[in-house]
């Protein structure tokens, strides 16, 4: 059982009825002990990460999901959720997100360094560069993924990007570490590459893959 | 590097597709969802579905046609139609829809822009502007309700509005084009797309798949939206992709 996690923001019903096209069993919460007892737990999200920071804080789930990642249960954040994961984020002015990964959230410049403009949000289909092994990678080939997106993960630990695509700069687009992953497209809209992602996603969860 | 899109539009009359010739002949081409499952085989890379539903009864058709939608694509979408009320926004967004897009409503009272973007964030918004050239103003003009009323806004203000509002994309009706055949508004595209920091969708006068690599490469535009070319099958998604491909046009 997958674990939808329902804080106010997100397209969960996309994401649903991709699990439900997949035959994985899930359920949307907001309840700790739901999303403790759950095998896997899919952090969705649109939006401002002030605001999805703000209600994860307020609500407690914030705790609930750093409690949850270091349990070594799988969880996968897309979009939002996945920026969610990181340290820091930039925007408005800046704030904390839950930490489970090393980086930081900054906004795509939107022009290059030559001066050149060009469009933000990043949104549209990209091209995903494999760039390392990982078992939420497994038999995925380079393809398109749809991305939404203005803000982009910045981060040191080189390691931790498992894919990436290129627009002006370098979008993390896959991430991952031990249970924790995020992928900065929506893979329930990203056509056979998406899914595939996700149905690796619920191999993990099956296999009760506890890494940490 | 992002790939261009080709977006076939469905307008949607009470759970049908049909599509208007110059907004006024309408024939039957078929059930959304099958449509929808048609076009994503094919190729398409995102759906635009346009209720053009009259009723009340026939918008709450629209959500149902959805939520249909939404479980069997795994592409995006975009709903428009009849939008005037962050409730209705809300109700199209949870029932799947990935984006709605304002027209009319967005005109009348701007700041409805805002609040959508506020609750479900930019990328969320599209504004539909339809728009036609005006020999006295020498620019082109916006017009609403179906391309019925004409505005006082210039289309090159109001697009810069709309996106300092928060409008996260733009899908531009030439209503000089529309229906013609005889390819998009480049002209008016090209003008548009570099006038604002957000994708612009260029739509309205696709005969041909020579017209959507014209529109990427001259026009300058983000994606490309069509209807009944794709419907009546006189050329399809795959076709047009192969050709603007040799063209030199990014695609998936």
């Known amino acids: 059982m997958i674990a939808i996690i329902d804080y106010g923001m997100g397209n969960l019903f996309s994401v649903s009825k991709a699990l439900e096209r997949l035959g994985e069993p899930y359920l949307i919460t907001n309840k700790k002990d739901e999303i403790l007892l759950a095998d896997g737990v899919i952090v969705p999200g649109v939006g401002a990460i002030s ?30 959720g996945m920026q969610l994961l990181f340290e820091a984020s930039e925007e408005n002015g800046g704030c904390r997100g839950l930490g489970l990964l090393p980086g ?20 549209g289909w990209n091209l995903l560069q494999l760039r390392r092994q990982s078992a939420i990678l ?4 380079e393809g398109f993924a749809y991305f939404v997106h203005s ?29 924790v992953f995020g992928t900065q497209f929506h893979p329930e809209k990203s056509s056979m590459t998406g899914m595939k992602i996700l149905e690796n996603f619920t191999v993990l969860v099956s296999e009760g893959v506890s890494v940490k | 590097m992002l790939t261009k899109r080709i977006i076939p539009c469905l307008d949607v009359k009470e759970g049908r597709v049909v599509k208007g010739i110059q907004f006024v002949q309408l024939r039957d081409a078929g059930d959304p ?7 994503d085989e094919q190729g398409a890379d995102e759906l635009v579905f346009l209720d053009i539903s009259a009723s009340h009864e026939g918008r709450k058709t629209m959500v149902d046609v959805v939520q249909a939608v ?26 799947g829809a990935d984006k709605v897009s304002l027209n009319t409503a967005a005109v009348n009272r701007p700041e409805l822009i805002t609040e959508g973007a506020e609750f479900f964030g930019a990328q969320c918004m599209v504004v539909a502007v339809d728009a036609k050239y005006d020999q006295d103003c020498g620019t082109w003009v916006v017009y609403t309700h179906g391309g019925r009323v004409k505005t006082e ?14 409008a996260g994309e733009i899908l531009l009706t030439s209503m000089d084009c529309d229906g013609e055949k005889k390819g998009f508004d480049i002209a008016l595209t090209k003008a548009v797309s570099t006038a604002v ?20 490469l001259e026009g300058k535009a983000d994606a490309a939206l069509a209807a009944s070319i794709f419907h009546y099958k006189e050329t399809s998604v795959a076709e047009v992709k192969a050709y603007i491909k040799d063209k030199g046009v990014y695609v998936r």
Request: charged share 25%; net charge negative; glycine share 10%.
């Open chain 2, 33 to 39: 969802v099958e449509l929808a499952r048609f076009y």
């Open chain 2, 153 to 166: 806004w210039k289309v090159l203000e109001w697009v810069k509005e709309a996106v300092r509002r928060g």
């Open chain 1, 138 to 141: 497994k038999d995925v080939e």
């Open chain 2, 70 to 95: 939404a479980a069997e694509l795994a592409i995006p979408f975009t709903v428009g139609g009849g939008i005037h009320t962050l409730d209705d926004m809300k109700k199209l967004l949870r029932a």
């Open chain 1, 51 to 80: 605001d999805a920071m703000r209600l994860l804080n307020e609500t407690g789930i914030a705790d609930v999901l750093r409690d949850y990642a270091a349990s070594g249960k799988p969880i996968l954040g897309i979009c939002l």
């Open chain 1, 104 to 123: 930081t959230v900054v906004k795509i410049p939107g022009v290059t360094t030559q001066g050149e403009m060009y469009k933000v949000p990043h949104m």
């Open chain 1, 151 to 179: 803000y982009y993960v910045t981060t040191e630990t080189d390691e931790i990007i498992l894919a990436d695509s290129l627009y002006d700069v370098c979008v993390p687009a896959v991430v991952g570490k031990n249970n």
């Open chain 2, 197 to 216: 920091t957000v994708p612009v969708i260029a739509s309205g006068g696709a005969g041909g798949a020579s017209h959507f690599s014209d529109i990427f």
